[in-house]
């Protein structure tokens, strides 16, 4: 997959995320060195390590002189401030199609609803804004319904009504063009996924039978109610496996990137009808998902559609995708190549209208998200973990999931 330079600037982009909050969250955005050393311990930082880890980003954090009090500090540069905004807009744009989404995640769910703070966790993965709750659900009320539950007083999504029209899979218009470009027989694309294997992956006779059967097992649709079916014989059970990987493609196909985490996958487990044991589920269909376990000391698996990558690369980039890849782009630019430019020393004022512009619209948010930081610890790794009772329900979190948990981590990862 050649994902090894995308996950070190994703795991870089996280940090630089965190910072750049906290950056904007600050007055006129900008904030001495010495107070950045104290604010970033939260993120797992040491003693002056925060400034050090800045200066390997000249790109995206400018360290500089005070005129005045003659001491250092630190903003984003033009670049960084660009890219947020292009990141923001690209995000407001998709918002439609971030409400049909939402809608078909939940047709997916056996109930018609899910936990919001489970959707929350993967807002980023699905393109939903940060204020997705009020822009997305309750400014669609013909759409979605919240509710809280009375036995666990957690807040639900509920869908208000299903729409046959989007339950159309994305495997399901892939087939269609397998049919119609290269003219492959209906019966044998009709219940098939597409299956790359990887590069020396050997594939046996014996193996290679066990494949063209399974690709002509049916499934019944992830968007099919399934309680109406005996599932307790030995065919209803195969459907339901090969309906597993239909919902997890799914999954996957709405995501911006096409790869979501296995951990947030496991948020969804019991709605949608998945195995215990996603990780050795997963490793059984090789050809078409691929997990990389980077991060976290090898604790942390992120599943990829290899159906929609090349060489690494996305094969349909979206404008978001594209705005976020930016950041990545700012992040792997050598600091040997940062330019020395007087202009980034000292801002015009056209600078600080734009920062003061930029400022209205984040820092209520950023300022709210900074005010309960306190009832967070942090892990070793430096990622925030809940110190309420949700921390007991698991083990251990998702590297970017803002602190939530996720249950029986003995039957999703072994």
């Known amino acids: 997959m050649g994902t090894t330079t995308t996950w070190k600037s994703r795991r870089k982009r996280a940090k630089i995320l965190k910072f750049q909050d906290l950056i904007l969250s600050q007055h006129n955005q900008n904030v001495p060195i010495s107070r950045l050393d104290v604010l970033a311990r939260r993120f797992g930082f040491k003693q002056h390590e925060a400034g050090a880890f800045l200066l390997k980003f000249p790109h995206v954090f400018e360290v500089y002189e005070h005129p005045v009090q003659r001491i250092l500090y630190c903003r984003l540069t033009r670049k960084a401030i660009l890219q947020i905004q292009q990141e923001k807009e690209a995000l407001d744009a998709q918002i439609p199609d971030a409400v049909v989404r939402l809608r078909k995640l939940l047709m997916m769910s056996n109930t018609g609803r899910l936990r919001l703070e489970h959707v929350r966790i993967a807002r ?49 218009m892939a087939r269609e063009r397998e049919y119609r470009e290269k003219g492959i027989d209906a019966e044998d694309v009709r219940f098939s996924f597409i299956i790359n294997f990887p590069p020396g992956f050997k594939i046996g006779k014996y193996y290679r039978i066990a494949v063209w059967k399974w690709q002509r097992v049916p499934y019944w649709s992830p968007y099919e109610d399934v309680s109406r079916y005996d599932l307790r014989s030995l065919e209803a059970q195969k459907r339901m496996e090969k309906r597993a990987v239909a919902v997890i493609h799914e999954l996957l196909s709405m995501t911006v990137e096409k790869k979501i985490t296995l951990e947030r996958i496991a948020h969804f487990r019991m709605a949608m009808n998945l195995p215990k044991k996603l990780k050795d589920f997963l490793l059984q269909h090789q050809g078409i998902f691929y997990i990389s376990t980077r991060g976290n000391h090898g604790k942390l698996h992120t599943v990829f559609l290899r159906e929609a990558y090349k060489k690494g690369e996305l094969i349909e980039p979206n404008d978001l995708y594209l705005a976020r890849r930016k950041l990545a782009d700012l992040v792997l630019l050598s600091p040997r190549k940062a330019k020395v430019d007087k202009e ?38 430096g990622d925030e973990q809940p110190d309420s009772d949700a921390a007991s329900e698991a083990d251990f979190t998702d590297d970017n999931d803002d602190g939530e948990a996720i249950i029986d981590e003995e039957e999703v990862i072994n």
Do not use: W
Not at 358 to 379: A, G, S
């Open 124 to 172: 980023a993965e699905f393109g939903l804004p940060e204020d997705f709750e009020y822009s997305v659900i309750l400014k669609h009320p013909r759409f979605f319904r919240l509710f809280d539950a009375k036995e666990t007083r957690n807040k639900y999504i509920e869908i208000v009504e299903r729409d046959p029209s989007l339950t159309v899979c994305a495997i399901e």
């Open 344 to 381: 980034l020393v000292s801002y015009s004022r056209d600078d600080h209208d734009e920062m003061r512009r930029f400022r209205r619209d984040h820092i209520e948010d950023m300022m709210t998200k900074f005010d309960v930081q306190e009832n967070f610890v942090l892990d070793e790794e």
